[in-house]
């Protein structure tokens, strides 16, 4: 799998302390590694499984990068995520790197590019971001892994990263994709066709759920709505 270059080498260095830190590779990055999409990626994502409060990683892998020639600014820091900008020093590329305190579904797995969540949490964490924030690319990602598990599987997947905060929430931020501008998804590399088909599975998954309700089903959560709106932001 290609990635840019500054993304590749910040990639490499991060690496450097999964073994210390549990750390792995999540966000866009690893939904596509699991072959799910090509998209694009503007950023890195890494989810942090070891008990290491996640303010010595940060402090860690600031050192790591500015160790290896990088100009690094700490953007923000909580308990549970943490986002660096990394800077190179000659181009003035930048990408921001998020680590995010997680429990995991299942073990990491090793692929082509590295040490990566599990499709599972992959697609989990996923519906969290539809479910806080809605952007296309989120959209896009799920339409692919539905190729791959049906509707009440990724809701089920999301309540186990306390995702779905009700399904009624979710039926109106589904009915939503298709009141977005086509060129806000088209903008990730994907033709028309797909755009529409993306469209199509968003509306009958919100009729899944409005059936489903309208039959009796409990559209209130089994998990707390997550708390990770700053995380889930851009």
């Known amino acids: 799998m290609e990635l840019p270059r500054l993304h590749r080498q910040l990639l490499d260095v991060a690496y450097r302390l999964q073994d210390a830190y549990g750390l792995c590779l999540a966000g866009g990055y690893a939904v596509r590694a699991h072959g799910l999409v090509e998209r694009p990626s503007q950023d890195l994502d890494f989810v942090i499984s070891t008990e290491v409060p996640i303010e010595r990683t940060l402090e860690d892998l600031a050192t790591a990068y500015r160790d290896s020639g990088y100009d690094v600014e700490i953007i923000e820091g909580s308990p ?68 791959y598990f049906s509707f009440t599987e990724l809701e089920n997947l999301g309540r186990a990263h306390s995702a779905v905060g009700s399904l009624t929430d979710l039926a109106e931020r589904l009915d939503f994709v298709n009141e977005m501008d086509p060129e806000l998804l088209a903008a990730y590399g994907i033709g028309a066709e797909r755009v529409r088909e993306i469209q199509v599975f968003a509306a009958r998954w919100s009729q899944d759920i409005n059936e489903r309700l309208a039959a009796g089903e409990d559209g209130e959560p089994d998990a707390p709505w997550a708390s990770y709106a700053e995380y889930l932001d851009e």
């Open 80 to 147: 549970l995520m943490a986002r660096l900008l990394v800077i190179d020093p000659v181009s003035r590329e930048a990408c921001e790197v998020d680590l995010l305190k997680e429990p995991l579904l299942h073990p990491p797995v090793g692929l082509d590019i590295g040490r990566v969540i599990s499709l599972e949490d992959a697609v989990g964490l996923k519906m969290r971001a539809i479910c806080n924030r809605s952007l296309p690319r989120d959209i896009i990602d799920l339409a692919a892994a539905g190729e």
